[in-house]
């Protein structure tokens, strides 16, 4: 899976996207550099002068704006004109700014597209059905690649953060996959937002679009207000043994936000394997299943439902299942919806 967690075989077809190597595109980013500095200290006239319109013309409003993100500082002086996102939810939050003029291309779509959203993104070209190559990316002539998961950036297929810097392209990735965070929450979704608004001069829409999703988080949540927390186990994957959300993760906020109670919330990562006696034992009572490409939601379910081992599960006894696209349970636009989903799923008397 794309998301940097390994996951089981069962649920996991083998489709890496083929290594690249890194040579070819360093050489041509070396001799691109080289170019414009020979231009830069060659004829006069050639480069950017004191006295160039260039180098007078005043800086866009509201930058320069500095962004520390996992770790990279980048100061950008105008906002990105040609971005490149590479899994699905950076596309979503960037066109849900309304920047779909500022993207120079797409990749990696792992479940339906939001409906609003639909017309905006088949505008797009679609670079790859996976990660694309750092050539394919170069060829794009972006000045911003913007990646969800940290595979995005992955060093062994030759699309390290540093390989794009070399090249001149700044890089932002998604703030959930930054080592060393203790835990992510709505919070980080929110904040999410309003940097991308910041490196992209829209604020106020950031601003908007944030004041919009809280709306929404906040109108579920009280519907479920006082209820019973119900026990809840995500099943992500697995056969041998479940692959499942732990407690740092947004899906374990998600959960408390609907009036739920996540059974490995004391799994001290955003996912984890848990043997199946753990389930047995922590008795769930709803099941919530993370549909993405690959194994089918109706063949987790046939998995689940066959197990002897589970039978006295509650959850499985009772047939009580939660679906949610994988994408809704990552730091984007979508997770406030999530919220409603799993608050419907897990109360549904609140919802009549």
């Known amino acids: 899976m794309h998301d940097g967690h390994s996951r089981p075989l069962f649920s996991f077809p083998s489709s890496p996207a083929a290594s690249r190597g890194r040579g070819p595109a360093r050489l041509a980013a070396a001799v691109t550099a080289l170019s414009a500095l020979l231009l830069t200290a060659g004829c006069g006239s050639s480069g950017t002068t004191a006295d160039s319109p260039e180098a007078s013309a005043p800086a866009a409003k509201g930058f320069p704006v500095t962004i520390d993100n996992c770790g990279v500082t980048t100061t950008y002086t105008k906002p990105p004109s040609r971005a490149v996102t590479i899994h699905q939810h950076p596309a979503e939050l960037m066109l849900s700014l309304g920047l779909k003029d500022r993207m120079a291309g797409t990749s990696y779509p792992d479940s339906a597209m939001l409906p609003a959203l639909r017309e905006d993104f088949a505008s797009i070209p679609q670079l790859s059905k996976q990660a694309p190559s750092f050539e394919k990316v170069l060829d794009t002539d972006p000045d911003f690649v913007?990646?969800?998961?940290?595979?995005a950036f992955a060093e062994k297929e030759g699309r390290s953060r540093k390989a794009f810097r070399d090249a001149g392209i700044d890089t932002y990735l998604n703030r959930e996959n930054c080592a060393g965070k203790k835990g992510v929450t709505m919070r980080d979704t929110y904040t999410e937002i309003r940097t991308i608004g910041r490196i992209f001069g829209v604020s106020d829409r950031a601003s908007?679009?944030?004041?919009?999703?809280?709306?929404?988080?906040?109108?579920?949540?009280?519907?479920?207000?006082?209820?019973?927390?119900?026990?809840?186990?995500?099943?992500?994957?697995?056969?041998?043994?479940?692959?499942?959300?732990?407690?740092?993760?947004?899906?374990?906020?998600?959960?408390?936000?609907?009036?739920?109670?996540?059974v490995f919330s004391d799994l001290d990562d955003v996912f984890g394997d848990a043997s199946w006696e753990q389930v047995v034992d922590r008795k769930p009572e709803v099941i919530a299943i993370y549909d993405y490409t690959g194994t089918t939601v109706e063949q987790k379910k046939k998995f689940l439902l066959s197990q002897?081992?589970?039978?006295?599960?509650?959850?499985?006894?009772?047939?009580?299942?939660?679906?949610?696209?994988?994408t809704d349970t990552l730091v984007g636009v979508r997770s406030a919806d999530a919220v409603g989903a799993l608050a419907r799923g897990l109360h549904p008397e609140r919802f009549k």
Request: hydrophobic share 45%.
């Open 146 to 151: 913007y990646g969800g998961y940290a595979s």
């Open 208 to 262: 908007a679009l944030v004041s919009e999703l809280r709306a929404r988080v906040d109108k579920a949540s009280a519907a479920v207000k006082d209820a019973r927390d119900v026990s809840v186990f995500v099943y992500d994957s697995g056969d041998k043994s479940a692959f499942t959300a732990g407690g740092k993760g947004l899906g374990n906020e998600l959960i408390d936000l609907a009036g739920g109670r996540n």
């Open 308 to 326: 002897p081992a589970l039978a006295d599960v509650p959850a499985i006894r009772n047939k009580r299942f939660v679906v949610l696209p994988l």
